[in-house]
T-cell receptor, first 116, second 117 residues
């Protein structure tokens, strides 16, 4: 069964600090997809990134970067030079290709609080 | 604008009073799903639908019903709500139903916060 663990429930930083969010996943499938979503205080879920299991290249998008390591089943997310607008709950999620109903399994989320 | 629309956004009700949360998408997506979000548990899937008239249970279906009579609509029905169904609910949709559509990105509605007293 697929499982996603985000061990950090809450992280508090001061603006301009870097923050790394950990995500560890479990799957028996060889083909799967990993996602990160952001949930700002307004409550909606915003898609950030998708990565497939065959692509271990790290990715950078502005101040956001992602480190995918199959060897440790991790897909960590780093915010560089954090800003107050980064304050949100961040969810890591996993989709197994063969999962019934194409289910997206979420981790428990990490709340990031960026203080000015 | 491509979107998933849920209503109501906020609702306070009492135990046992039937309610329906509507969900509609304008992207012609085949796949729709309902999730509930609870603190520390992330989002958990309640029901999903691969296409019209095709629905199935997710991880936490107890106490809920769904229907998919039209492609764009996927209402969530609580026949007899109980306090443990107090939660934040999200409807989502995505393109495709075949196996590899697991790669497709889910588009979420804005959420419906339900309180059952």
């Amino acid at each position: 069964a697929q499982k996603v663990t985000q061990a950090q429930t809450e992280i508090s930083v001061v603006e301009k600090e870097d923050v790394t969010l950990d995500c560890v996943y479990e799957t028996r499938d060889t083909t799967y997809y990993l996602f990160w979503y952001k949930q700002p205080p307004s409550g909606e879920l915003v898609f950030l990134i998708r990565r497939n299991s065959f692509d271990e290249q790290n990715e950078i998008s502005g101040r956001y970067s992602w480190n995918f390591q199959k060897s440790t089943s991790s897909f960590n997310f780093t915010i560089t030079a954090s800003q107050v607008v980064d304050s949100a709950v961040y969810f890591c999620a996993l989709s197994e290709v063969r999962a019934a109903g194409n289910k997206l399994t979420f981790g428990g989320g990490t709340r990031v609080l960026v203080k000015p | 604008e491509a979107q998933v629309t849920q209503n109501p956004r906020y609702l306070i009700t009492v135990t046992g009073k039937k309610l329906t949360v509507t969900c509609s998408q304008n992207m012609n997506h085949e796949y729709m799903s309902w999730y509930r979000q609870d603190p520390g548990l992330g989002l958990r899937q309640i029901y999903y639908s691969m296409n019209v008239e095709v629905t199935d249970k997710g991880d936490v279906p107890e106490g809920y019903k769904v229907s998919r009579k039209e492609k764009r609509n996927f209402p969530l029905i609580l026949e007899s709500p109980s306090p443990n169904q107090t939660s934040l609910y999200f409807c989502a949709s995505k393109y495709g139903t075949e196996t590899l559509s697991g790669a497709n990105v889910l588009t979420f509605g804005a959420g419906s916060r339900l309180t059952v007293l």
